[in-house]
């Protein structure tokens, strides 16, 4: 029976940067000796396959080597596909990949679909990432429109409570939950405080752990092209300048890998020497 480890990167809402995380967490873990299998669910964007595209084209192309996961592609006319049909595809690409990885990572659409709530029935570990809004955090709770106190969680909340409840039943294991937060400005924003202790507040209502996730930083931005991250920068692979900037977003890669308690199996050793 497979042992691999299942991380779902999810959220209902669009333009949180699941994909960055996602193609970030893979890549520290690739570093780190690991087989990752990749599984990309929005099939009509597939951010995550183009940037492995990208990085295979790259890599072939200056004669570079960086590892690479096992991916597994699903078709974009499953859009538009009957459930059943959907789930099967992603039953069987799924089976395969835990088969053959000791990760499994799925990047989900920012919907509700049926594979993406199939997903996050399989997860070990779900993370979430917010932007640093209210905007945003409307996805995981409701708030008083004139007090801004909590008044219950919302859909998405909902949604990954049932599947705790769901593998809790039908396996007796349990679904870490991590929410980031992600791309933070560089400066305190005027609603932090208020919006740090909504999200507390939620924490310890619905069972999720708080963590940091990425800036909103250009080195991210510049490397996508490329099929790279960060975690990929050395001496015979570097198609951009480096800077000191690049130092600070490795230890942000660090610290959201420590908060996913990975740092011991991504390179955390690797990312500290580079």
């Known amino acids: 029976m497979s042992q691999a480890k299942v991380i779902v990167v999810g959220n209902e809402k669009g333009g949180a940067g699941k994909s960055t995380i996602a193609i970030h967490v893979a890549t520290a873990l690739l570093h780190g000796g690991a087989k990752v299998a990749t599984l990309d669910l929005d099939v009509r964007q597939q951010s995550m396959g183009h940037f492995f595209a990208h990085r295979r084209a790259w890599l072939d192309a200056n004669g570079a080597v960086a590892p690479m996961p096992i991916e597994f592609q699903l078709p974009a006319e499953l859009a538009k596909a009957a459930d059943a049909d959907a789930l099967a595809q992603f039953e069987e690409a799924f089976g395969r990949a835990a088969e053959q990885a000791d990760f499994v990572l799925i990047d989900t659409p920012g919907s509700d679909t049926a594979i993406g709530r199939a997903a996050h029935g399989l997860a070990d570990l779900i993370v979430t990432p917010m932007n640093d809004s209210f905007v ?35 396996s007796g294991q349990s679904i870490d939950w991590v929410v980031l937060r992600n791309r933070l400005a560089p400066t305190e924003a005027r609603n932090r405080k ?26 991210y ?21 480096m800077s000191l900037q690049h130092v600070a977003a490795r230890q942000e890669l660090r610290a959201l890998m420590g908060a996913l308690g990975l740092s011991g199996l991504a390179g955390e050793e690797l990312l500290a020497a580079q």
Do not use: C
Request: glycine letters at 6%; proline letters at 7%.
């Open 136 to 170: 945003d955090f409307d996805m995981l709770g409701v708030v008083d429109p004139v007090s801004l106190e909590l008044k219950r969680p919302s859909l998405y909340s909902e949604t990954v409570w049932n599947s705790r409840k769901a593998r809790a039943v039908a």
């Open 194 to 219: 208020r919006l740090d202790e909504r999200v507390q507040a939620l924490s310890r209502r619905v069972g999720f752990r708080v963590g940091p996730g990425l800036r909103d930083r250009v080195i």
């Open 221 to 241: 931005r510049e490397l996508f092209p490329f099929g790279l991250t960060i975690a990929d920068l050395s001496p015979t692979i570097r198609p951009v300048a």
